[in-house]
């Protein structure tokens, strides 16, 4: 049965079925092959089991606080505080794409909200600043891999419910390797500006900083808002979506941006993006329920220690087939067909459970920037009109810096473990 529900899900998957109906589609035709035809009634019921959490309530509220930043404008301030910051380094611009999508990150929890938002304000000035179109819709999918890893994030949330881990201990596992992603690509962009022309503006006097400062101040204060509600036990991570899209609002009313429609617009983006994440949650539940009754887990954990008991030669195949499946499926569907797979693989090899957790997304995250299906190339080629081919081969380049990281992230625990042990204690 496992054979045909993965054979069904990849079928559907290539005749592009969107992946909501693929893990669902598949589930069905399992059950089917297997004599249960007369049992479909399971399938609505384990899917209501799987988005009854009270955990994955954090999911909708931190995806709004991202689609109010973007209809309140306080995407704009960002642009200007990073620009006045870095922006008449070399490769200057660049370099505020980057920074820009360090500091959003700090509220907004998903790759996809800092490419339709910033990404728009950010391409448009590389452009009209004679950056090439392709380079500065690449550069926006590449910087917008650290938005799910500076906290709060998404797809962290996600992993948390699946593998009953601390969301506080994910939140700031992921801050180190966020920033090294920056980092990288601020390094990688200054190494391209020694070979390309790229255009330089003057540095910003210090009046120019102080006010944007002023004005971007306002977004660098909520990561430290939300991670010190969850980390002083004031809040629960839900109860931090609750707070973020609070201080969000409230800074929009205090901008007098704040309106209805804006309100309205982000709450219909919002419903839209969640409804397809917990329809994704719920079918995905059914299909981790079926492998469980196939003990798929344990067999794939038996048939690893069988071909090596070398936890680096593990982690080198796993890095792999998780760049691989990347490819061909999203960060969030990935994670819970596999988790509940690989959860056993990773204990019998002695991986902390949080350490994968941050493997895990940053490998995921690669494959929004690469085709056939990189979410993050399809969303930058819409939002910027660059067509989809100029801005895969231009991203291929910049891909080279996010492998290191995940390379030093992933053979070296400490990125991940230092922080949480050091603020929350050992595990």
């Avoid at 007369?38 to 509220?61: H, K, R």
């Avoid at 910087?143 to 890893?149: A, D, K, T």
């Avoid at 500076?150 to 994910?170: D, F, H, K």
């Avoid at 019998?348 to 459970?353: M, S, V």
């Amino acid at each position: 049965m496992t054979t045909v529900l993965f054979f069904a899900f990849v079928t559907l998957m290539l005749v592009r079925v969107p992946v909501a109906m693929a893990v669902g589609g598949s589930v069905v035709v399992a059950l089917i092959y297997a004599g249960y035809a007369d049992g479909l009634y399971i399938v609505p019921q384990q899917v209501l089991e799987g988005v009854d959490n009270a955990s994955l309530l954090a999911v909708p509220f931190f995806i709004l606080a991202g689609n109010l930043m973007n209809v309140l404008g306080m995407t704009d301030r960002i642009f200007n505080f990073a620009n006045a910051l870095v922006g008449h380094f070399r490769a200057g611009l660049a370099q505020v794409n980057v920074l820009g999508s360090m500091i959003f990150a700090g509220v907004n929890g998903t790759a996809v909200a800092d490419i339709a938002g910033l990404g728009q304000i950010e391409v448009k000035a590389m452009r009209d600043r004679g950056y090439p179109a392709d380079f500065a819709a690449a550069m926006t999918v590449a910087s917008s891999m650290v938005g799910p890893l500076i906290p709060p994030s998404v797809g962290l949330v996600v992993y948390a419910y699946l593998s009953n881990t601390s969301v506080a201990r994910l939140f700031m596992a992921g801050f180190l390797p966020g920033v090294l992603v920056g980092l990288s690509l601020m390094i990688y962009n200054r190494i391209v500006a020694t070979r390309r022309d790229f255009p330089h503006q003057p540095r910003a006097t210090l009046a120019e900083v102080i006010a944007s400062a002023r004005h971007g101040i306002t977004a660098l204060v909520a990561p430290a808002i939300i991670l010190g509600a969850i980390l002083t036990g004031f809040t629960t991570a839900t109860e931090a979506g609750v707070l973020a899209c609070v201080y969000v609002a409230a800074v929009g009313a205090w901008y007098r941006q704040l309106s209805w429609d804006h309100i309205w617009q982000a709450l219909t983006n919002t419903v839209l993006t969640t409804t397809v994440v917990m329809v994704i949650i719920g079918f995905s539940t059914v299909m981790g329920w079926l492998l469980a009754i196939e003990q798929a887990p344990q067999k794939l954990a038996d048939v690893m220690l069988f071909v090596t008991d070398d936890k680096p030669v593990f982690l080198a195949l796993l890095l792999v087939f998780l760049l691989i499946i990347g490819c061909f499926v999203e960060g969030v569907p990935a994670k819970l067909i596999l988790v509940p797979i690989l959860l056993p693989v990773i204990d019998a090899y002695g991986i902390d459970r949080v350490h994968f957790g941050i493997i895990i997304q940053m490998a995921l995250l690669i494959g929004i920037a690469t085709p056939p299906m990189g979410i993050g190339l399809y969303v930058v080629s819409e939002v910027t009109r660059v067509p989809f081919e100029k801005v895969t081969i231009a991203i291929l380049p910049m891909l080279i810096p996010l492998i290191i990281v995940l390379l030093i992230v992933t053979y070296v625990p400490g990125f991940s473990l230092w922080l949480p042990e050091l603020v929350l204690g050992p595990a």
